[in-house]
């Protein structure tokens, strides 16, 4: 690799391209919240901009007739995902640090079956669960959907966090325990703190995870007692059946990514690489 | 202060190879002991399992007469430097050497603080107290591993190669600093290397291993003047020990470089022994003969060579001179260079020779030497022939007693000064 100064005829290129793929991520952002803004006679007027900016769509959604379906579904899925995110996180933290420390028969298996369950489609077990859960009660609950969305975060949850276990130098749980602490000790107040910066990042995966999921939404509630926002999503209507819900949507779509943006901003200080360095020498 | 007893360790892994076999050391309190050998030879393994952080497959260890084989690390109560220092690197120096201190939870803040202070200031860190790892250099580093181990009382010190990570001048310095140190403190130590200078210099005792088994347990002087087998000798020294194949035939040594007189210490071991020998001349046991006066030199052997190459390093000249080994010795030679993690190149002689010599690179040169400074070894079995257990003997009893009256004034000292 070159690693010395770039040439301007490099710069300019990294430049290029740097614009060119912002402009392709950010553009359905900005046409969204164009979108959004517009009112709904505006929706159609072949501009991209609105015409006048208009807050109608979010007060449809916050206090208006959709109210009803949005602010619980916002609800569900907060909590929802809030809970899912904090089993999966919790559970993985100690898997991951078993699967990275020890040595026992069976870690393949683990690590294997996580990424298997990871990569099985989600559409071929929805029928059998949404069968399942109407048997045992669980449909349209909460724990109804914390349960399948944990299958979805676990597994990544499991990968990455048994990825940061291994950067952090096995010496310093040995040092520890020679210094006098207990392997809980140990994993407490050497691995944990070390270890924040990857259950952080986990964290933020998993819940973006189980806040983008439509699927199980969808099929395995009925009701706005567990229904989350992009299932709901889908049942906006217009004011009349000739209207298009359009606007009302974008609005929505807006207010669920602002959770997500808020997340990264806040943890961005604690995704920081290297708080490894200096434990070791190199 | 404690004394670590280790009886017949073995130590297997899952393949069945025992990484160390049937070692036996007693660790007398307040001893420092270094165990020393090339890569592989399990000096590492064996502190790991004095700690507790590898378990013992047969044997028995006890720590001040109590068996500690199924002990926990932390309820062995022993202190570890580690290679690569392991620090706790979201933590600052002062929470760092706290660290151990902290576990104990029967001390109050203050005592810790006063703790903390007066190791950081043994080992001049007072001032680097709230800085985090990451921000200090090596030796550094390395000193607020130390000071995590010396804060608290613990029984001994362990030291896994601690000064291979720095460069060659901080590790002189450090070496003296430990040594130092563990004198002052007078607490038992156990210190693994593969630097034979380390051992040399540092050790009360060195182990010297090869490939799990123990060679020879004995002090510095007792491993240069009387090496138990091959092995040992050509470990220990450096420039390390010539060896030069020698035919054992009417009371002469022939060798490739003329005769050499059996001296009357070895007449006796020699009746047993093959014909076919090797002999073993420190490198600083040669010198110019043309230096020597005329009765300096006749109670000298000398062996005449040309010089290959030599080298001049101020103090003293290095003289190379290359031999044809016979094929029967060369392969025991190979397999010792195999052993030593060396690379048999070719086989040569190194003297070093006063720096007022005059010789150079083509010259034909006379070494002169001491006959009885040559040491005598079986090829088959690597052992030593010429080993005088009598003088070993004295040497042991002198270095303890060295070692005894060195911790008596480090305790004087010690209550002197408190």
Known sequence: MDTGKLTTGRKILWAVVSVLVAVYALFPVVWIISLSLKSPSDVGNQQFW????????????????????????LINSIGICLIATAIAVVLATLTAYAVSRLDFPGKKFILTMALGVSIFPVISI????????????????????????????????IWTLAAFFRQIPWELEQAAQ????????AFRKVIVPLASPGVFTTA??????????????????????????????????????????????????IVVTIPVVVLVLLFQRQIVAGLTSGAVKG | MAEINLSRIVKKYGDGFPAVNDVSLRIADGEFVI?????GSGKSTLLRMIVGLEDITDGELTIDGERANEKAPRDRGLAMVFQNYALYPHMTVFENIAFPLRLAKDLGEEEIRRKVEQAASMLELGEHLERKPANLSGGQRQRVAMGRAIVRDAKAFLFDEPLSNL???????????????????????????????????????????????????ASPQELYDEPINLFVAGFIGSPPMNFIPVRNQDGVLHSPFGP?????????????????????????????AALLDDATRQDRAVISATVDVTEWLGNEVYAYLPFEADAEVSQALAELDRDLDGES????????????????????????????????????????????????????????????QALERAREQHSGAA
């Open chain 1, 50 to 73: 609105p015409t006048a900016v208009s807050w109608e769509n979010y007060e449809l959604i916050f206090t208006g007739q959709a109210s009803e379906l949005f602010v619980p579904a």
């Open chain 1, 126 to 157: 929805v029928t059998p669960l949404f069968n399942l859960w109407s048997r045992i009660g669980l449909y349209d609950t909460w724990l109804g959907l914390i349960i399948p969305y944990l299958s979805l975060t676990l597994p990544i949850s």
């Open chain 1, 178 to 185: 020679v210094d006098g602490a207990t392997s809980w000790q």
């Open chain 1, 204 to 253: 933020i995966i998993a819940f973006f995870i189980a806040w983008n999921d439509f699927l199980y939404g969808i099929s395995l509630t009925s009701t706005s007692a567990a229904r989350p926002v992009p299932a709901a999503l889908s049942f906006f209507t217009g004011a009349s059946q000739f209207e298009e819900p359009a606007g009302a949507i974008a609005a929505a779509a």
């Open chain 2, 35 to 39: 165990l020393v050998g090339p890569s």
């Open chain 2, 167 to 217: 460069d060659a001048k901080l590790r002189g310095q450090m070496r003296t600093e430990i040594a130092r140190m563990q004198r002052r403190l007078g607490t038992t130590t156990v210190y693994v290397t593969h630097d034979q200078t380390e051992a040399m210099t540092l050790g009360d005792k060195v182990a010297v291993l090869k490939r799990g088994e123990l060679q020879q347990y």
């Open chain 2, 260 to 288: 050499i007189p059996v001296t009357a210490r070895d007449e006796a071991a020699l009746a047993e022994a093959p014909e076919l020998l090797i002999a073993g001349i420190r490198p600083e046991a040669f010198e110019d």
């Open chain 2, 345 to 404: 190149l070719r086989t040569q002689v190194v003297a070093a020779l006063d720096s007022r010599t005059r010789i150079g690179a083509g010259d034909a040169v006379d070494l002169a030497f001491v006959p009885e400074s040559v040491k005598l070894f079986d090829p088959r079995t690597g052992r030593n022939l010429s080993r005088d257990d009598e003088n070993a003997a004295r040497i042991a009893e002198r270095s303890e007693a060295a070692r005894q």
